[in-house]
């Protein structure tokens, strides 16, 4: 089993920041891209970060700038540093994870957390 467990969220006034965590466990072999997503209420959810093993990075357009990610592959977790947060940027953040087991070690499987809340007051 593999658990995904978001923290860092939170109520911010517009032009602050907060940083993201997000840190996987469970049966993992190996990590391979790590990245943020969020959505926003009544609206899809939409790419906010993504970052490779090999540590290249992609940025949403509505990003880019005011985020960086990050990871730690010995603890299994990756960050986002969100600064000059907007009001726009509210939205439940997920982290997601491509990973191969111990038990399938050749196979890439997504997994999710179960998202945090980010409001930024006006």
């Known amino acids: 089993q593999v658990h995904l467990v978001e923290s860092g969220g939170g109520l911010v006034q517009a032009g602050g920041s907060l940083r993201l965590s997000c840190a996987a466990s469970?049966?993992?072999?190996?990590?391979?891209?790590m990245g943020w997503y969020r959505q926003a209420p009544g609206k899809q959810r939409e790419l906010v970060a993504t970052?490779?093993?090999?540590?290249?990075?992609n940025y949403a357009d509505s990003v880019k700038g005011r985020v960086t990610i990050s990871r730690d592959n010995a603890k299994n977790t990756v960050y986002l540093q969100m600064n000059s947060l907007k009001p726009e940027d509210t939205a439940v953040y997920y982290c997601?994870?491509?990973?191969?087991?111990?038990?399938?070690?050749?196979?890439?499987?997504?997994?999710w957390g179960q998202g945090t809340q980010v409001t930024v007051s006006s």
């Open positions: 970052i490779t093993s090999g540590e290249s990075t």
């Open positions: 997601k994870c491509k990973l191969s087991l111990s038990s399938s070690r050749l196979t890439l499987y997504d997994y």
């Open positions: 469970g049966s993992i072999f190996s990590i391979s891209d």
